[in-house]
């Protein structure tokens, strides 16, 4: 029945009939892709709700006269069920930036397509909306205080009741009730994407084009900047998302002026807000529906949540304190344990060998402390080991420990947050020295206590040759 009503128009539109009709793998949305093979090579849709391809057909044409990358649209059934448009090939931005995602080390190439993205954004949300008839929105014309609760609860009840949490439905409905305050204090009159993010971004010939923009409204630019940026299995590293945020914030000032310092605390919010919508999403379109792209992408929404509460939310302290229990539920801890990394630090005598990796991966540190002065040549420091107060006070007036020290710890602090991003589970540093006692054990506890304090990191501490074990446990 699909195959032939877009056959139908497919044939109308091109003089003949598809020789090939192939379904493309589907995302989140209940429409359907195929791809038409005949004399064009074209995307025909099948959508369920007329409402939504209508105002998806009316975005797309708008867009497309105002000069912005959309597929083109060539034909369309008379009762809206299905249309035919250009085929922007294969590549989703998602899969386009694949190695970067499961590395965190974005090449080159992978990050001149986000900022390409990234400086497009303003010139659909300012652009766009000029002469844009917001009325041709489904379901909402404007992204306004409904629509936000209704995101808020879509939270509550598809995911925080799911997971079995009890809270107090009132005092969370107030702190609902504040964030959207908050939300609709930044309203503008842009175009508003909504669900903005590497999925709904095609590269066809090293440029992005935007799709899936069917759910846009008027609405803040804010809330975009945080759906992109934040996307939860994007794993954008700190450093990326600045230089990205930079792209846009250098875009938009062509259309207005931005108070740099108001924008980044007003995006916060933002930024909190999708977290939440999209864990909404996750657990019904995951836990509810049964599709294991979404349950998949759970852990690292709630990584993200994780870390928005390190700094408080003032304005909502009933819902900050509901978050923080669930990202400390067992099978949100439990999965953060199976992907978190433990740093082995150990110390050794060189006359006795360099320690092997017992995780397999045979890399990591080696520091040969022997150019430090040794406490252990001078009788009254041979009964003690680097943890003594006496070798200590010895190690840190004498001088030369410090400046050694602060190498390592840069060395390493590097290949720390690193791993960290890249999802490794085992980093190994060692310290040698002559007899393992004095100057090893001495920067391998300093080590261990720096790695744990600094990056929370699970530390395994090992003193080889003293025989002594100490872990310090992850601090989540």
């Known amino acids: 029945?699909?195959?032939?009503?877009?056959?139908?128009?497919?044939?109308?539109?091109?003089?003949?009939?598809?020789?090939?009709?192939?379904?493309?793998?589907?995302?989140?949305?209940?429409?359907?892709?195929?791809?038409?093979?005949?004399?064009?090579?074209?995307?025909?849709?099948?959508?369920?709700?007329?409402?939504?391809?209508?105002?998806?057909?009316?975005?797309?044409?708008?867009?497309?006269?105002?000069?912005?990358?959309?597929?083109?649209?060539?034909?369309?059934?008379?009762?809206?069920?299905?249309?035919?448009?250009?085929?922007?090939?294969?590549?989703?931005?998602?899969?386009?930036?694949?190695?970067?995602?499961?590395?965190?080390?974005?090449?080159?190439?992978?990050?001149?397509?986000?900022?390409?993205?990234?400086?497009?954004?303003?010139?659909?949300?300012?652009?766009?909306?000029?002469?844009?008839?917001?009325?041709?929105?489904?379901?909402?014309?404007?992204?306004?205080?409904?629509?936000?609760?209704?995101?808020?609860?879509?939270?509550?009840?598809?995911?925080?009741?799911?997971?079995?949490?009890?809270?107090?439905?009132?005092?969370?409905?107030?702190?609902?009730?504040?964030?959207?305050?908050?939300?609709?204090?930044?309203?503008?009159?842009?175009?508003?994407?909504?669900?903005?993010?590497?999925?709904?971004?095609?590269?066809?010939?090293?440029?992005?084009?935007?799709?899936?923009?069917?759910?846009g409204r008027k609405g803040p630019f804010y809330y975009d900047v945080a759906s992109f940026l934040w996307q939860a299995k994007a794993k954008y590293p700190e450093t990326l998302r600045e230089e990205l945020l930079h792209e846009y914030i250098d875009a938009m000032r062509t259309y207005q002026p931005i108070d740099e310092v108001y924008f980044r605390k007003q995006l916060r919010h933002f930024v909190l807000f999708r977290t939440l919508q999209v864990l909404g999403a996750y657990g019904f379109r995951g836990y509810f529906e049964k599709k294991p792209h979404f349950i998949q992408s759970v852990p690292f929404a709630i990584d993200n949540l994780r870390d928005l509460l390190k700094e408080d939310y003032t304005e909502y302290p009933y819902l900050c304190s509901v978050l923080r229990e669930l990202t400390g539920l067992k099978q949100f801890t439990d999965d953060l344990k199976r992907r978190q990394l433990t740093v082995k630090v150990m110390s050794f005598a060189y006359k006795k060998g360099i320690p092997n990796d017992q995780t397999g991966n045979g890399g990591g540190f080696v520091f040969d402390c022997r150019g430090v002065n040794n406490p252990g040549k001078y009788d009254r420091y041979k009964p003690f080991t680097g943890l003594d107060e006496s070798v200590i006070t010895f190690l840190e007036e004498d001088g030369e420990i410090n400046p050694f020290l602060e190498h390592a710890y840069g060395l390493v602090d590097a290949s720390v947050k690193r791993y960290m991003e890249r999802g490794f589970s085992h980093l190994t540093v060692c310290f040698g020295c002559t007899g393992g006692q004095h100057r090893s054990v001495y920067s391998a506890q300093h080590m261990a206590e720096h790695l744990n304090q600094v990056f929370g990191v699970k530390v395994e501490l090992v003193h080889r040759e003293q025989n002594i074990e100490q872990l310090f446990e992850a601090r989540l």
């Open 1 to 215: 029945m699909i195959h032939e009503a877009l056959n139908k128009i497919y044939q109308a539109y091109t003089g003949a009939e598809a020789s090939e009709i192939t379904e493309l793998p589907s995302s989140g949305s209940n429409r359907r892709y195929f791809r038409l093979v005949g004399p064009q090579t074209l995307i025909g849709v099948c959508g369920t709700s007329i409402e939504e391809n209508q105002s998806f057909l009316y975005m797309a044409n708008h867009f497309r006269a105002s000069g912005l990358p959309v597929p083109e649209i060539y034909t369309v059934s008379d009762d809206y069920t299905f249309y035919i448009q250009e085929d922007l090939g294969d590549t989703l931005l998602f899969n386009a930036i694949e190695k970067g995602r499961l590395t965190s080390v974005f090449s080159e190439e992978e990050k001149s397509l986000l900022k390409k993205t990234m400086r497009l954004l303003p010139a659909f949300q300012f652009g766009g909306a000029d002469g844009f008839d917001f009325s041709n929105c489904y379901p909402q014309p404007e992204f306004n205080q409904r629509s936000i609760l209704w995101d808020l609860n879509y939270f509550k009840y598809c995911f925080l009741k799911a997971t079995g949490m009890e809270f107090q439905e009132d005092k969370l409905e107030d702190d609902f009730h504040t964030m959207a305050d908050v939300l609709l204090r930044s309203s503008s009159a842009t175009f508003m994407y909504r669900d903005f993010q590497s999925r709904n971004v095609m590269v066809k010939e090293g440029e992005p084009y935007f799709i899936d923009f069917q759910g």
